[in-house]
Each structure stands twice: as C-alpha cells, then as structure tokens.
C-alpha cells in the first residue's frame, strides 16, 4: 500500500533524527491515495452528519471519487475552510453530560489525512507510558501494565489522578508548540489551527445558538475529531517528561500508566503523597486541572481503585485465598445492563424479536470482549441474570401477558432458539490477547 509505505518513511525518518523538523508535508494530505484511505476510515466509523446535514450516503449517491476531487483541489488550492461543529451532549461515565464537537463529513475525512500523516512522526516522539489511540496499543495493554507495577514492582501505592475536562482545557498556544517541534510546514500548522478554533452550533428545534468558545478562550480540543486523539496524546507527552525529569519520580519510583485523560502513578510504599503533590504541581504548570473530588491515593491491598473500566486491588479465590488481581467495576457491571434495559425497553416492543436478540448480542459481546481479565465469573452470572429477565420480560410485555415469563421462556429457548448470547467466564489456559 502506497500509504503504509509514506507512513512508515515518514515514521523512521523522525525516528533516526529525533530533533528533524519536516517542512513539506502538505502535498502529502492531499494525496489521492492519502484522502481514499481518509475516506476508507471514516466510512467505516459511520456516525452522525455534521452542520451540513450530509450524510455518507448522500456522498455515496453522488458519487465518491468526484467527492474527494472536489476536496483534494480545495486543500491543494488552499481553499479550504472548516465548517462549525455541531455540539450535542452525551451522559458521561460517571454523571453529568459530555460535549461531543460533531464536525463535517468533508471535516473529518480532512482530519483523518492528516493524521495519517503526523500520526507516524508523533509516534516516534510518544512515551511508552501512553497507550491511549496508538497502533498496537489499547486499554487492557494499559491494565496489565498497572497491575505488573503493583503486584511485581512493590509499587503498591496509587495515585488514581482525574482532570477536569482535560480535552476542552488544553492550552492553544503550547500545543501548537508541541506541534511545530516536529512539523514547520505553515500550512498545515494553518490547518490545524483552523480546527482548534472552529465555532460550535448548538440545536435546540428551530434555534440555533453559535458560540466562538474555543477562539476566545485559546483552550479546547474539540472531543470527536479525527485528529483530537492525536493533539491529546501529544500534549500529555509533557507531563510524562517533565515527571520522568522530576527529583520526585526518582525517590517515588513512580511509573505513569496514561490512556487519553486517565492516569495513574504507582508508587513505592510511604511515597504516594510526595507523588500526588508533584502530580499537581505540574499540571498546573501545564495549564490543567485536577478534579480533587475524583482524585485520590491508594494503598493497597488495603484499598482499591478503578482504571479503564476495571477494580484493580484485593480478591479472595478458593478457600478465602487473597490476591491482588483486577476485576469489572461496579460502575461498569451498572453501564452495561442500563444498556441492556434501555434495549428491552416498552418503546422496542413493536420491533421483532430477532432484531432485539440482534442488539442485545452485540452489546454483550462487546462487553465480554474487554471485561475478561481476573475473577470475571460473578459479573457475568450478573449480567446473564440479569439480561434473561430483561428479554423475558419484554417478551411477556410484546404478547400482553403477565408473569415472569420463566415458564412460557426457559432458559433453553432463550439461547437454544432465539440464539441469546451466553455470557461465560473464559476458563483456565485459555488464551488471551498479548500483553
């Protein structure tokens, strides 16, 4: 492939020569190949339109290679603009909402060029501390990672940091400096730029409201860009350097795990509160802040924290045996079966069966899939409790019965016939991903 071959030199080059700056790198986000691939990804992600209102499909029906024409000679010509994003809010984690920039389909796919072209610089720049939106890296990597620090390196006190709205806080002006350390290209420095600052609409029926936040206050990534990721990643960067510099990291011993906005620190034994202290220290140098209601020290194994979805602290095996281990969280255990109620809900009732099988399967797969490290089982006699009930229910409900449904519904015809997804804790020796 011509793009993993530009990717892979552009990516040894800032290897071999830490301190290169490249200085023609437009004609490269504009290539054909380059944008095809753009578009590649961007289809396969999907999502909803932008301000514009268009859709994939509508791209599609008029034709896509006179699409992306159109694109590469504005970006070539230089007359190319980012449209506002449109911002809706989505119920976050823990509680509360979050806002989501949705930017243009022709936004995206020019995000998505580009970060097919800076991602291989940056990520020969990039610790090994951060696994967050990185080739080969990922969220159980990042877990596994805590749990070796905690369980086979003494450090047993964690510091389980949390930042306030860390993408919509991050300064313009240093990141752009992060950014030009590598790239000198103007252009693209513009391109990205443009983005950063980008008005956003919000919707309301008929209303709209724009605002120039991000232009005004010289703060934000906007959540939802292609190349959000990627700006995140790099400006975090300098808070694992200047830990790695700091007298603190080397009388703690203190080892950073990072994924996007979470982070933690493990720490040897008596050290956490020196760690903690630096922590805070140089995010506020940095122009962030430290949520302080969420951000706490453990001690383990008389404590435990959460990190990525999972509880990482003291367990008890057969016969009262403790460990150290990881396991789901409640909070997650909680997220998935408000997913699994929200899909056999009575507003489903007129669909078909299959068609909620279908949707329910998919969200316990997915589960599953991530939340099968350490003592799983009693998490997934939960959910499957849990998700029987639901579907029986909403069984009983579709046919206007009363009841439970357990008679009219066994267990057998749940997942013999309707093909229900069976959640199982994976056994011993099986295989799991690499580490």
């Known amino acids: 492939m011509t793009v993993q071959k530009l990717q892979t030199s552009l990516h040894e ?5 830490p301190s290169y700056r490249f200085y023609a790198l437009w004609d490269k986000v504009y290539r054909a190949d380059v944008l095809r691939e753009a578009w590649r990804r961007c289809r396969a992600n999907g ?3 932008g301000i514009d209102g268009q859709r994939f499909e509508d791209i599609e029906a008029m034709g896509v290679q006179e699409w992306l024409c159109d694109l590469q000679e504005e970006l070539r010509t230089r007359r190319y603009r980012t449209q506002p994003l449109l911002r809706v809010w989505i119920p976050k984690a823990s509680s509360g909402e979050r806002p989501i920039g949705i930017a243009t389909i022709r936004d995206r796919v020019a995000q998505t060029a580009l970060t097919l072209v800076l991602g291989p610089i940056f990520e020969a720049d990039l610790p090994g501390e951060q696994y967050g939106f990185r080739p080969d890296l990922g969220a159980k990597m990042a877990l596994r990672r805590v749990y070796f620090h905690v369980t086979r390196s003494g450090r047993s006190e964690v510091v389980d940091a949390d930042l306030s709205d860390y993408f919509n806080t991050i300064p313009h002006g240093p990141l752009m400096k992060c950014v030009a350390r ?4 103007g252009r693209v420095l513009t391109l990205i730029k443009q983005w950063l600052i980008a008005p956003v609409v919000e919707r309301e029926g008929r209303r709209e409201q724009r605002t120039a936040e991000a232009r005004r206050r010289s703060r934000g990534v ?3 860009g292609s190349v959000s990721p990627l700006l995140a990643n790099l400006y975090f960067r300098r808070f694992v350097l200047a830990w790695r510099r700091s007298t603190e990291a080397r009388a703690t011993h203190g080892a950073i795990v990072n994924y996007a ?3 933690v620190i493990c720490c040897r034994p008596g050290t956490g509160d020196v ?4 922590m805070r220290e140089l995010m506020t140098r940095l122009g962030l802040e430290v949520n302080e209601r969420k951000t706490r020290l453990s001690r383990l194994p008389e404590e435990r924290f959460d990190f990525l979805g999972y509880t990482v602290g003291r367990f008890y095996g057969k016969d009262g045996v403790p460990f150290i281990g990881t396991a789901p969280s409640k909070k997650s255990v909680q997220r998935v079966c408000q997913k699994i109620h929200d899909e056999t809900s009575p507003r489903w009732r007129t669909t078909t069966i299959e068609k909620r099988v279908l949707e329910v399967n998919r969200i316990l797969r997915g589960w599953c899939e991530y939340f099968n490290q350490g003592p799983v089982t009693r998490a997934y006699i939960l959910i499957r409790r849990y998700t029987e009930r639901r579907i029986r229910r909403w069984l009983m409900r579709k046919h206007k019965r009363r009841g439970t449904g357990y008679r009219q519904y066994p267990d057998q015809y749940l997942y013999q016939v309707l093909g229900l997804y069976k959640p199982m804790a994976p056994s011993r020796g099986q295989p799991r991903a690499k580490s």
């Open 13 to 17: 080059k800032a290897k071999a020569h």
């Open 222 to 224: 906007p959540q939802g």
């Open 47 to 49: 999502g909803a339109p």
């Open 261 to 263: 906005d979470d982070l």
């Open 275 to 278: 760690a903690m202290a630096k």
């Open 182 to 185: 590598r790239v000198s290209d």
